[in-house]
């Protein structure tokens, strides 16, 4: 019994000096003097690197899930003869959940693991060490543009998401299914408001694109510099950015259309 | 400080978890002079620099580089202190994504406002010093692991700094490049006033080249002088190393159990 508490204890006390050693690392990473041109330029690199180069895969998805919620929105809706009100289902599920939900799933998946891994094979192979020795802070230099870039290119993509998924419904419903195009697309521009739905969607985004890409810098930048750390800081990218961004969504689901 | 030293480590105790690395460590490094730090294997010989280049911190004591305590400086301070210093990895650590010419070019742009004629410039004088100047445009993947450090000795001078700290620099090299880069470390030092550290197991070429020797073992400095000195110590530890000798009072096997119990 005892050990059990020791260990619960010594757990805990590994996960609060985690999330220190997290905190301090970004801190020292977004806040301090730099060259503004080379950072931005470094940073423009960056989006290239996760926002663009993830774009196929977000289209894709995007394009399946709206044609997915298309055929099952109408099976659903014809049963109560309301088939006119598809647009206004697929719109507000990609807007509010699917569209920050999935991107955020996606992004870390496809970039968030690939920053881990790329800063972890930075780490191993010296090159981080070698930056300090030539007094250049990796924090500011590595670590600060793949921050920023990840925090821009996610709402990016999911706004790309939900605009494809859209498609994908009006494709369906539409195109196949036959629904009116003057009902779906009308229906859908009455029922989405700005500030409700695509506004709070953004908000969701944005706290996602955070946490997504700080857990995946942080476990690059912390992990054991052998390959085996690396294969771990990857897979606990993945497994921990989807537990927060799940976790976050019922959250902030709750907060912003929910009574709490 | 003394007046010649370039580096004072005080008293120094450092552990990796538990293990002790060292124990009460005193040694001086002498300005303008090569400094071999030898020893055997898994003694800290490479910690001991990144202690100096505050990429380590002390358990206690004080390392000074230049008379400055480097475990109290704030990070940015800290970085300023490292633009006088260069370090040669034991694996290079070049950019891999970069080429021959930006690594060593590397340096030069982000703390010089030179224009790119004058870093083409001294970029290609400097890989001509290291014998890899027809490399300057592949890029590190496409080099053996000695002309990788070649290329990163080069990138560690780009600067000209005050102090360069060696790490291995001759293993992986073929003879001919051994004896390049031993006259390099030489001429560097006496043409330019540096300060060097070189760790090397390589130990009659290093010691071929030093000023001022520095052996640890056993957690602390065992031997710290000349190497004539060194070569004629009557120190047991001291002949034991320099002799390659399995035993004495260093250690070979890590620190174990005795073997009948391990296998009953």
């Not at chain 1, 899930?65 to 659903?76: A, F």
Request: proline share 4%; glycine share 10%.
């Amino acid at each position: 019994m005892i050990d059990w508490i020791a260990g619960v204890g010594r757990s805990t006390l590994s996960q609060v000096s985690d999330l220190g050693r997290a905190s301090l690392m970004l801190m020292q990473a977004i806040f301090g003097r730099s060259n503004v041109g080379v950072y931005a330029r470094l940073t423009v690199d960056q989006i290239y690197a996760v926002g663009v180069l993830s774009l196929s895969i977000i289209i894709v998805s995007g394009l399946f899930i709206g044609m997915v919620l298309g055929l099952q929105g109408y099976t659903i809706l014809t049963d109560y003869g309301s088939e006119q009100a598809l647009g206004q289902m697929v719109a507000l599920s990609l807007t509010r959940e699917l569209g920050p939900v999935v991107t955020a799933l996606l992004f870390a998946g496809r970039a968030g693991s690939a920053l881990t891994a790329e800063i972890g094979l930075m780490k191993a192979t010296e090159q981080l060490a070698s930056l300090e020795m030539i007094g250049v802070d990796p924090l500011r230099r590595v670590v600060a543009p793949r921050f920023w870039a990840g925090v821009i290119s996610l709402p990016i993509l999911s706004l790309i998401f939900v605009s494809v998924g859209c498609l994908g419904g009006a494709l369906v419903g539409v195109s196949w299914l036959g629904v009116d195009s003057g009902s779906f697309w009308a229906n859908m521009q009455a029922s989405v408001d700005f500030f409700d739905d695509v506004f709070n969607g953004m908000i969701k985004s944005v706290v996602f694109a955070i946490v997504v890409t700080w857990i995946a810098v942080y476990q690059g930048y912390d992990l054991v510099p052998t390959s085996e750390g690396i294969a771990r800081a990857t897979t606990k990218t993945v497994v921990y950015a989807s537990l927060a961004v799940l976790g976050l969504d019922f959250f902030l689901t709750a907060v912003m259309f929910g009574e709490i | 400080m003394t007046a010649s030293a370039f580096v004072e480590i005080e008293d120094v105790g450092f552990r990796r978890d538990r293990r002790v690395i060292y124990d009460g460590l005193n040694a001086t490094v002498p300005r303008g002079k090569i400094t071999a730090i030898v020893g055997p294997s898994g003694t800290g010989k490479t910690t001991l620099l990144r202690l100096i280049g505050g990429q380590l911190k002390p358990e206690s004591g004080d390392v000074r580089v230049d008379g400055v305590s480097v475990q109290s400086l704030k990070r940015a301070e800290l970085f300023q202190l490292r633009k006088r210093m260069g370090m040669l990895f034991q694996s290079g650590a070049l950019f891999a994504e970069l080429s021959v010419f930006e690594n060593v070019a590397f340096p030069l742009r982000v703390h010089t406002d030179l224009d790119d004629e004058l870093i083409r410039l001294i970029v290609l004088m400097k890989l001509e010093a290291v014998g890899l100047r027809g490399a300057v445009d592949l890029v590190p993947s496409e080099l053996s692991g000695g002309m990788q450090r070649r290329v990163a000795l080069a990138r560690a001078i780009a600067l000209d700094p005050e102090m360069i700290m060696y790490d291995e620099p001759f293993a992986g090299q073929d003879p001919i490049g051994l004896g390049v880069l031993l006259s390099l470390v030489k001429q560097l030092n006496q043409a330019l006033g540096l300060t060097s550290l070189v760790v090397s197991h390589d130990l009659q070429e290093t010691l071929s080249i030093a000023d001022h020797v520095i052996m640890i073992a056993n957690n602390r400095v065992a031997f710290e002088g000349s190497p004539a000195v060194m070569q004629s110590s009557n120190d047991p530890l001291v002949q034991q190393f320099l002799h390659g000798s399995p035993d004495g009072p260093v250690r070979f096997h890590f620190p174990a159990p005795a073997l009948e119990d391990a296998l009953s």
